[in-house]
Nanobody, 127 residues
Framework: QVQLVESGGGLVQAGGSLRLSCAAS????????MAWFRQPPGKEREFVAT????????YYADSVKGRFTISRDIAKNTVYLQMNSLKPEDTAVYYC????????????????????WGQGTQVTVSS
């Protein structure tokens, strides 16, 4: 079993920044994949970014590329999502997702491939 604890989020004006964090604990392997997804109000969940522990790869959704950065503290099994130049359309509940395996590149953007999910944290960007 793996437990995820998310923190961060909140209300920010457009153009501002926020940082989310997600710490994994429990039976964490050395080959995990950890990601961020979000669900805007009234919309379906969508992929944001992912970090793959096995080769330190990162992947981003086109909508956040250049504005968001996923980073990690491997010793703490923690990933961060630094969100800059926030836009009102970034408003969503952000979820941390975790899988204890090395997901192949074509799979990292699919939420169903992750076994564990955080509780979600609200990010609201005002215009």
């Amino acid at each position: 079993q793996v437990q995820l604890v998310e923190s961060g989020g909140g209300l920010v004006q457009a153009g501002g920044s926020l940082r989310l964090s997600c710490a994994a604990s429990g039976d964490v392997s050395r080959y995990y994949t950890m990601a961020w997804f979000r669900q805007p109000p009234g919309k379906e969940r969508e992929f944001v970014a992912t970090f793959r522990r096995s080769d330190l790869s990162t992947y981003y959704a086109d909508s956040v590329k250049g504005r968001f950065t996923i980073s990690r503290d491997i010793a703490k099994n923690t990933v961060y999502l630094q969100m800059n130049s926030l836009k009102p359309e970034d408003t969503a509940v952000y979820y941390c997702a975790f899988d204890n395996s090395r997901l192949i590149t074509s799979s990292v953007r699919v939420g169903e491939n992750y076994d564990y999910w955080g509780q979600g944290t609200q990010v609201t960007v005002s215009s």
